[in-house]
């Protein structure tokens, strides 16, 4: 009876699950709990679910509207109160994407502004690639990954230790046996 954009195991045989405008709670069996989603337009829709670490009511949701604009909110399933990042930060493009490193700092991509860092310990927002078009982020180990159309950005632990070339026209990465994949057009 649900249309589900996003899914995420929060631990074993403990689920959310968004619909349009609501977070559903579940095991195996059954939905335990509705949670009405404030924050987000009539013309949106949750595509990412996060779980913020060490914090048992926070959620993170990556939002989309029918242009294909995306934003950052973060939800209080408690208070029922959310965050956008994109206007606390001031965007000036929709996000890509986003994903907590293994210090559990937030990660946000964007089409055109760059990267972001978001540290959860000592809530504070750093730039760490400025004005690129981030098309994917990927985190293995200790390590980001940040992909241009043609250049493949390294990151370990908040700072870019490598960029590299891609062939083609780079359209997503992936973690194939703990080793980035990079999938591309080639003309």
């Keep these: ?23 559903l709670f ?13 924050g987000i337009k009539e013309n949106e829709f949750v595509v990412k679910i996060l779980k913020a670490p060490n914090e048992k009511n926070i ?18 399933i408690e208070t029922k ?6 206007q606390i930060i001031g965007f000036n493009t929709t996000i890509s994407d986003a994903i907590f490193d293994f210090e559990n700092n937030l990660w946000i991509s964007t089409f055109g502004d760059g990267i972001y860092c978001f540290y959860y310990s000592n809530p504070t927002i750093k730039t760490v690639l400025e004005g690129a078009y981030i098309i994917d982020i990927l ?9 241009t159309s ?19 026209f780079a359209k997503h990465l992936s973690n194939i046996n703990n080793k ?8």
Excluded at 1 to 23: G, M, P
Excluded at 60 to 70: S, W
Excluded at 142 to 147: D, I, L, R
């Design 81 to 86: 109160k959310t965050m956008d990042f994109s």
């Design 150 to 168: 043609s250049k493949l950005y390294v990151f370990t632990k908040d700072s870019l230790t490598d960029n590299l070339t891609t062939d083609g």
């Design 26 to 38: 579940s095991n195996k069996n059954n939905i335990h709990k509705k949670i009405i989603i404030h």
């Design 139 to 147: 985190k293995i180990d200790s390590t980001v990954y940040a992909q």
């Design 1 to 23: 009876e649900f249309e589900i954009s996003s899914a995420l195991e929060i631990e074993v045989d403990s689920y959310v699950f968004a619909t349009k405008t609501t977070l």
């Design 180 to 187: 980035v994949t990079v999938s591309s057009l080639r003309a």
């Design 59 to 76: 959620f993170l949701l990556v939002v989309k509207n029918e242009k294909g604009e995306k934003r950052l909110i973060q939800f209080n």
